[in-house]
């Protein structure tokens, strides 16, 4: 029984395309966990900017260095934060943008 090559190749292209449908599918997943967390972090983030915020608009009564150098540091983190928040969402931005392109 004499079987022709083209069957060999039939077979290895079938194995390559489970393959990489299988690997897809893990990465595509991988993919939208990630989502999910980077827009719960953007969550918590806006959370924690809107608490600085409001920290920072109360009166300070005390003239102490380091009540000041508290007070700079929250406001440095409140940056921080914002600038984390602004990359994190102008990635999904682009993302967006080039779905967009696609279509």
Same mark, same amino acid.
């Given at each position: 029984?004499?079987?022709?090559?083209?069957?060999?190749?039939?077979?290895? =292209?079938?194995?390559?395309?489970?393959?990489?449908?299988?690997?897809?599918?893990?990465?595509?997943?991988?993919?939208?966990?990630?989502?999910?967390?980077?827009?719960?972090?953007? %969550?918590?983030?806006?959370?924690?900017?809107?608490?600085? +915020?409001?920290?920072?608009?109360?009166?300070?009564?005390?003239?102490?260095?380091?009540?000041?150098?508290? =007070?700079?540091?929250?406001?440095? +983190?409140?940056?921080?934060?914002?600038?984390?928040?602004?990359?994190?969402?102008?990635?999904?931005?682009? %993302?967006?943008?080039?779905?967009?392109?696609?279509?």
């Amino acid at each position: 029984m004499d079987i022709p090559y083209e069957y060999y190749i039939i077979i290895c =292209l079938c194995a390559a395309l489970v393959a990489s449908v299988y690997f897809a599918i893990k990465f595509g997943m991988i993919i939208l966990r990630m989502q999910d967390a980077i827009e719960n972090s953007l %969550e918590k983030l806006d959370e924690s900017y809107a608490s600085i +915020s409001e920290t920072l608009q109360t009166p300070l009564f005390f003239d102490n260095a380091q009540v000041k150098k508290v =007070l700079s540091d929250i406001e440095a +983190s409140r940056n921080a934060v914002l600038y984390v928040a602004g990359q994190l969402a102008s990635i999904e931005q682009v %993302e967006e943008a080039d779905e967009e392109e696609n279509i």
